[in-house]
């Protein structure tokens, strides 16, 4: 067996960029390649986990797809990745190349630090951080701040209160990233993909690619393969929490709610669009049952921008009813979303 070492993608990017859907892309044309998935989901329903499974690719086969939800993986690295990636690692045949799709919530830099442990370090690389962007979102100037601007301000004034937990998200994500994916651009002028890729690299202090396409379809030949290995190259990927021991997501929360069958897709996501009106929920995802229909429907909503398909027939030993997580700002108004999402009054 060859002492090359394993290379492995981390794939980041805001609530809804389209992360599942650029690694569903990339393992339906793997080009070959005996793919392992490590996929980090923000609450305990396993929607992303099993959008990927449904993919029935060879070069993937399911038992190569592992979930990790017990928290973001920035924050449960030696609890979970570390454990995770020495298991598939030891899989007889291991696997050629292993794609890691973090929460929309985690910062990429301490998942890359990760691959400095003794343990790991002579067996893995970071083959390259991609970090996928939500075009319609940037252009609605959803994170407007200009990270150049944001570190200014904070040396200039170090009493300013200009701190925007979401930005610095989004920004970490950028900085991190050795391959960027301005994603959704069929929803835009190309002079606004143009903008906003000129806006990414004024705010990122290296070289980096940036590569526009929509509906996440990018060649594994320019996903994967990229030989960064950013574990070496920390230093040029600065973060808003260098300076921190470590770091938590209080100004977010998570919970799910039970969906009883409804009447229709249109129902489904008519609520979801109502919560994204009235409250502050970033990303409603999950599964619900639709009255007279033998098929499980998917839901995924970012804002008002809410997608529903038919994903697999529901199994016989399950039972039908719809579970959808709730993501959004500390402070929900939990009774309130669950009503309109059930239809109780």
Not at 186 to 197: F, G, H, K, N, R
Not at 283 to 295: C, E, H, S, V
Not at 299 to 317: I, P
Request: with cysteine; proline share 6%; aromatic share 4%.
């Amino acid at each position: 067996m060859s002492a090359r070492k394993v290379p492995v993608t981390i794939v980041t990017g805001f609530l809804g960029a389209g992360k599942t859907t650029l690694v569903r892309h990339a393992i339906e044309n793997a080009e070959g390649r005996r793919l392992a998935l490590i996929v980090n989901e923000f609450g305990d329903v396993g929607v992303d986990g099993a959008i990927l499974r449904s993919c029935g690719v060879e070069n993937c086969p399911e038992e190569n797809i592992v979930e990790l939800t017990n928290g973001c993986l920035c924050c449960t690295v030696a609890d979970d990745f570390v454990p995770t990636l020495e298991a598939l690692l030891s899989r007889n045949p291991p696997p050629e190349h292993i794609i890691v799709e973090t929460s929309g919530l985690a910062l990429p830099k301490p998942l890359v630090k990760a691959f400095e442990w003794p343990d790991i370090r002579n067996r893995v690389t970071v083959d390259g951080v991609v970090t996928v962007v939500d075009g319609p979102a940037v252009k609605a100037g959803r994170f407007a701040d200009d990270p150049v601007k944001v570190a200014a301000q904070r040396a200039a004034d170090p009493s300013v209160d200009h701190e925007n937990p979401l930005e610095e998200v989004y920004e970490d994500q950028l900085l991190c990233a050795d391959l960027v994916v301005l994603n959704k651009t069929d929803l835009m002028s190309p002079e606004e993909a143009d903008q906003i890729t000129e806006e990414i690299r004024a705010g990122v202090p290296r070289a980096i690619k940036i590569v526009a396409t929509r509906e996440g379809r990018v060649p594994a030949s320019v996903l994967l393969g990229l030989s960064a290995a950013a574990e070496n190259d920390l230093a040029a990927r600065p973060s808003h929490h260098d300076n921190e021991p470590d770091h938590d997501h209080d100004d977010f929360e998570t919970f799910i709610v039970e969906v009883p069958a409804l009447a229709s897709p249109a129902d489904l996501a008519s609520r979801a669009k109502a919560i994204a009106n009235a409250h502050d929920v970033l990303r409603i995802k999950g599964f619900a049952a639709i009255d007279g229909k033998p098929m499980r429907l998917l839901l995924q909503g970012v804002g008002e921008r809410v997608d529903t398909r038919y994903e697999r027939a529901w199994r016989a030993d399950e039972p039908r009813l719809g579970k959808l997580v709730v993501i959004g700002q500390k402070g929900l108004d939990r009774a309130s979303i669950t009503r309109t999402l059930t239809g109780a009054a």
